[in-house]
């Protein structure tokens, strides 16, 4: 254990299983033996003469570690020790090497070092610090180690030996390092320290450490007691809750909210009953602790929806309103809103327009000053906002809007009365993911027809159905209490009848009422969204086809209504500018999919859509898909090719490709036959019909080789286009006959077609590829660079054992090195990716290239391959650019650690760096996954070719929701390279993740079958 010891303090480090201790304190430590002499006299005293003073005292400014006065007087083995402490001093940052040579000087040396190991105990760097206490937890006594444990407490204490050591400590003597004792260190005097106990404690948690974190909740700091809540409010379970209440009379305000928040979040049958006797079980009124436990139960009350605070709650609360005390004052006024807001017409709450809001607004907006402000001003604003339906700035804003309005202001209230007859005057407004739904009833009709974006017309029969859902979903009650100000995009439902509304924000959490409420108001929209889609030839506006057609719509069936509504928006799009047509063609689209029984009549209006766009895009798109599924004859379907071969060209080649799939031969060569761009069009889309039979076919079906000779024939094609297109099938489909062909076409062609000839030649793994790559690059043309380099990646790709010799590999370096932005980047990168380790010397070499982004480049490629080699030169590229997150994810996921939170965490990068090995990023790995609590693999398991045990640890963490994007995401490289197959993220639907997981695990047994 003593070596495992010494080369954690030297890498910094790893996670230790959780441990049963037992509860003690840890023993007093002994007197630190004094190395120095007695001080001199002091004052009048002092000798004046410097001969006098003791020579000793007289230290060079550079070291901390005290001399003796008599080296000679100290035994041998004392004085040995006390030289490699002062040497490691004087290093400024001593590296892991270095810390490991004196450590292992120390062990030779022996326990003789103990006393000048327990005076380098005071130091405060941390090379001295760390090798002190490794060596004293190694070869002390029970004392020493309680020295260790005591210096923890103290400053100053070098932040980057807060982890080794305490992780040192517990390994060595658990029964010290108990959770009290781990507790106590929450109160440390170092930063540092105090992060660490708290995280040995997180690794331990348990209800069990409750007695311990209790005593720290008496510490006289605040953040002391702030760090204890933050673990007691991870604890489950009543203990901790009653721990929890408790902190609620704390005298901090950040710990009483922070007490306060935890308990709205906790199990509401435990607690709510908790949080109420805490407010209203004391005969003298509200007091701190039942003010906070009120702005918790607030704050569940906001958050689920719900009421905890009733009517009968209120003549307590009024008295609370009354206290000089503004936390308990303001704390009953936000509590007085909510009830006020949802209370029933006959409550009389003259207070919930007056003295409510006025509180709120003297406490909650910055009118008064004191000590609790942070904790009332977010509730109260928002409870203000939910009185006036304001949305202010700022707390001047507020106080000038209350100074005007206080006379005559009225509360909003939560309940909204629905009388027959209401629903002619319903008006309802959704807004969901930034798109909204406006419906109104027939009574409003007229008065919202010129509305510059009207809304949807319910008829009497549509607005009551609408108005029933609605109310047995509770909107119209207190049940469903009105928001206050929301964002401008927020998710909303808003109802109105007559002059009373009310505002609902939509749940955070899913709610099946919500849902059902959604679900009606879009059914209700998409029987009536033919509204917008009138004829403008025969009626004014929306209102006045509504009056029109209603009867006629509201008779026909559901797949009637879908075709009548296609119909008018095919119309309706005729007389639109193409740039006004997006939302109708994804309606025509929609309808179509839903069954809109639209006939081949209508492919005549839709070429004319087709032939009226400027350029192919996604509009233009649909439009052909439109048309295509209304051809269903060869005759449909020259048309809808001549359409865009004429309009489009060879920007509409995949969707011809489509459509003459499915299309007889005798089409296929009539249109090829046609001059100009419409015949070159047909011919590069009759390549890629042939090219995909020829596939399907191959191996000696009857007319195979008419079929050959036709495909060859389109290599001697007089439009360049249709040759490109005729190379670039043959490398897709693998049509290995068109190789003799490729190579003519690659040496001797026009610049597009050479880069396609060359392409297909590399995917086809054709013997002439590389010889034609090297003679493409000798031309230094961008475009035949760019195919030459992606040639010779396709070829590195290829199975075969000498794919690429070292000549290649330093080709494909030079390519690399011309940086970024030269045209054979690309695929030069994808090939020495795919070399491997055979490419790893040249790339090593290019980390000391003088251009900084080929070093970037090399650097980051390094690292996608697990080279331990390319960490330092990430971490000096984020020094140079913190800013930079490519490079800084690359090395997170290079080195498994990633600082966050840190304030500085280019310092913890290198802190981080300072104290683990250099050259070994597996090591990097297995300790994270010790860190992350999953088993670590042993190195054979995972490295080189591994065995089926790494592969399913692996797999288990790359799987692992809990893990950290950088570690799943090393170990999902690692699993790559043990299966030689690329692993995907996991994808985020529960049922096609497992799915994956286990098609994964089959190959891992595949790669690895039992022996």
Sequence with gaps: MAAALWAFLVVGGTAFGQLDLPRRRAPEAPATPRVLPEPPPRGDLAPNDPREQDPALALPEHRSIPRAPDTEALPPAEVAARSVFEALARERSPSGGVIEDATAELRRIGPGALPAARSALEETRAGPLLAAAGFLLEFGSDPDRALVAERMRRTPFPASCAQPILDALLAADPVLCDPRYLASLLDAKSSAVRACASKALLERLTPALLPALVDELGASSSRTRGLVLDIVRRIPGEEAERVLIASLADRSAEVARAASRELALRDPARVVPALRATVFSRSDGLNRAGAYALLSLVEREDRDGIELLGEQDVPFLLDALASPKPLIAGAAAIALAGIGVRASASLDTPWLDAEVPHTLVRLATGDVFFADFTSIEGPGVRRLGLL???????????????????????????????????????????????????????????????????????????????????????????????????????????????????????????????????????????????????????????????????????????????????????????????????????????????????????????????????????????????????????????????????????????????????????????????????????????????????????????GIGEARARFLALFEDPDARVRVEAARVAGRKGLGFAEEALGRLAAVEEVPVRAAALRALGTLGAASARGLSILALSEEEGRLTAAAAETLADLAEKPAADRVSGGEVSLLISLFAAGPESPGFRGARRGLAALGEAAWTELLRLLAHPDRAVRREAALLLAEQGRAEAASTLLVLLTEDPDDRRVAEELAILTCFEPDGDDDPIAAWWEWWDGVTHEDAMEWFRAACARSGHPVPPVEAIGGAGSAEGALALLGLAWDRAVGHSLATRARRELARLLDEEIPPPPADPAEREQERERIRLAITSRFPPR
Excluded: C
């Design 388 to 702: 006036t339906g304001q949305s202010l700035p700022g707390g001047a804003a507020w106080q000038a809007w209350w100074v005007e309005h206080a006379p005559s202001f009225r509360a909003h209230r939560a309940v909204l009365p629905l009388l027959p007859g209401d629903e002619g005057r319903l008006e309802v407004r959704l807004v969901e993911g930034g798109e909204e739904i406006r419906l109104v009833g027939p009574e409003l009709a007229r008065e919202h027809a010129a509305d510059p974006s009207p809304p949807l017309f319910l008829d009497r029969e549509q607005a009551r159905a609408l108005a029933g859902r609605l109310q047995a979903a509770g909107v119209f009650g207190p049940e469903r209490p009105s928001a206050g100000p929301l964002p401008a995009r927020a998710d909303l439902l808003e109802v109105r009848v007559g002059e009373r509304e009310k505002t609902i924000a939509a749940p955070v959490a899913e709610a099946a009422w919500y849902r059902e409420v959604v679900d009606a108001v879009h059914r209700a929209a998409v029987e009536t969204r033919w509204e917008h889609w009138f004829d403008p030839g025969a009626y004014r506006d929306a209102f006045e086809a509504w009056i029109a057609e209603r009867t006629v719509v509201a008779e026909l069936s559901t797949s009637e209504r879908r075709t009548f509504l296609a119909r008018r928006v095919l119309a309706r799009l005729r007389r639109m500018r193409p740039k006004e047509r997006d939302r109708g063609v994804s309606l025509l689209v929609e309808l179509q999919a839903d069954g809109a029984a639209l006939s081949s009549e209508e492919l005549g209006p839709l070429l004319e859509l087709l032939e009226g766009e400027a350029g192919f895009g996604v509009r233009a798109r649909e439009l052909t898909r439109l048309a295509s599924n209304l051809a269903r004859n060869d005759s449909d379907r020259e048309r809808l090719v001549d359409s865009l071969a004429t309009n489009f060209g060879f920007q509409a080649l995949d969707e011809v490709v489509r459509i003459l799939s499915g299309a007889d031969r005798e089409l296929v060569e009539r249109l090829a036959a046609r001059e100009g761009a419409e015949g070159a069009v047909a011919r590069a889309a009759g390549a890629h019909v042939l090219g995909a039979r020829l596939a399907e076919r191959e191996g000696g079906n009857e």
